[in-house]
């Protein structure tokens, strides 16, 4: 599916044309995994408000169990997240009406074997994803579940144990028959494909890992991989701890690798990769590089298609940013600044505090609009303008948050570390 649209920003002189992703199995408006359906962070959709509180545009706000990291996805008339207790002990799907927020169902899965993680990283870390009338979960060391839309349980499988000092955090992803999963963080990293009808494994590509905990060089990826259009075929491209790599969705082959996110404080990734107009940008966490590169290589195309590396002193990343024309809006963990980047070069075009909130959920373009939530809660709107900081709004809810906005309909839904809300202007 091909989402385009023309539209002319006043102040930036940007021109959008030919948005495009690699969808499968979405309905129009829907909002089925982490990052949208492209996994980009894009929509077409339109008519979504710039100015909500608690008491203005939220057309409904339901109570949550526990506190999580993963964001609202949006489906056939429902809206999804997860939930854990604190211990871990007891995994949750829940399942809502996007009408009116009552709850359809929720299934419940018990782990007492225990598994690590940090503060910061409850165990509802990760965002389900949907296509046709299945939704499937990753649960961490819990294992990976299937579900029809009604709920009922289909498959589980087992990857492993995680076994990183900071948790898991990388979403499923589903293409063309299969469930693709990055496995890890930690010594056992590994890109995992699924049957999705039975929860047989197809296939795994193993990458080197590292060290799962602090005795040594810290080491791991939390990226979610994100599906490309190539020539007509199809790509997973995932960050890994110490590179980027292309994989072949039917086998797991490696089409290509692009070396460049080792850092100086360990070899980490949170970010997922960004993908417009044949060109792909990874960037590591902890201060660590960024880089970009073309996407039609074959092999090792580090000194081939490598267009850029900043291996320089960079922000905390962990929120993904988007691609917006010819340019890279990032909104960063710490210090939280605002940026805005040459997706070409990768040089710094402008950088602003905005609120001055470290943001942890990924930036989204909607309606011509950039959104992003921070850890206050605070919804921060503002125009991709290339030239400077144009802030439109900061919208305040209860809470903190380190979740991204699902964008469906014109209605956006936020999860925060107390609620779910459907705010809508409508």
């Not at 046709?132 to 294992?143: D, L, Y």
């Not at 990458?207 to 259009?229: F, K, L, Q």
């Not at 590179?243 to 970010?271: E, F, H, M, Q």
Request: aromatic share 8%.
């Amino acid at each position: 599916m091909l989402q385009s649209f023309s539209r002319s920003i006043i102040g930036g002189a940007i021109c959008l044309s030919c948005i495009s992703g690699f969808i499968a199995d979405v309905v129009a408006g829907d909002w089925p995994a982490f990052r949208g359906p492209a996994g980009l962070g894009v929509t077409s959709d339109t008519g979504f408000p710039t100015s909500w509180s608690e008491d203005e545009n939220v057309r409904w706000k339901i109570a949550l169990p526990n506190r999580g990291n993963e964001s609202p996805i949006v489906a056939s008339g429902l809206v999804f997240v997860t939930s854990a207790t604190d211990d871990g002990s007891e995994r949750r799907l829940h399942c809502f009406d996007r009408e009116d927020g009552s709850e359809k169902w929720t299934r419940k899965v018990e782990f007492e074997a225990g598994e690590k993680t940090h503060q910061t990283n409850p165990f509802g870390a990760a965002t389900p994803a949907v296509s046709g009338n299945k939704i499937v979960v990753w649960h961490g060391s819990a294992g990976l579940f299937c579900y029809d839309l009604g709920g009922k349980p289909l498959w589980s499988a087992q990857p492993g144990a995680v076994t990183h000092i900071w948790g898991y955090g990388s979403s499923p992803v589903v293409h063309d028959g299969k469930v693709i999963l990055n496995f890890g963080p930690g010594v056992a990293q590994a890109i995992v494909a699924y049957d999705f009808e039975t929860g047989d494994e197809v296939w795994k590509h193993k990458e080197s890992g590292g060290t799962d905990d602090r005795g040594g060089r810290m080491a791991g990826s939390w990226s979610t991989p994100v599906i490309a259009d190539v020539g007509g075929n199809s790509q997973i491209v995932c960050s890994m701890p110490a590179r980027v790599v292309a994989l072949n969705p039917k086998d797991g082959s490696i089409i290509w690798s692009c070396d460049g996110l080792i850092g100086k404080n360990g070899n980490l990734v949170y970010t997922s990769p960004l993908i417009s107009k044949g060109i792909g940008v990874a960037m590591g966490g902890y201060t660590g590089p960024a880089l970009g590169f073309r996407l039609d290589g074959k092999g090792d195309v580090t000194e081939s298609h490598r267009l850029w590396h900043d291996d320089s002193k960079q922000p905390q990343r962990i929120s993904s940013g988007v691609i917006v024309g010819d340019h890279i809006f990032m909104a960063n963990a710490g210090p939280g600044t605002l940026q805005c980047l040459d997706l070409k070069t990768g040089k710094e075009i402008w950088k602003d505090r905005g609120p001055g909130s470290n943001s942890w959920g990924q930036m989204c373009f909607a309606d011509g609009r950039l959104y992003v939530t921070n850890q206050k809660s605070q919804t921060v709107v503002l125009s991709p303008n290339v030239k400077m900081y144009e802030q439109i709004a900061v919208n305040s809810l209860d809470g903190s948050s380190n979740s991204t906005p699902a964008f469906s309909d014109g209605e956006i839904f936020l999860r925060t570390s107390k609620s779910l809300y459907c705010v809508s202007a409508k």
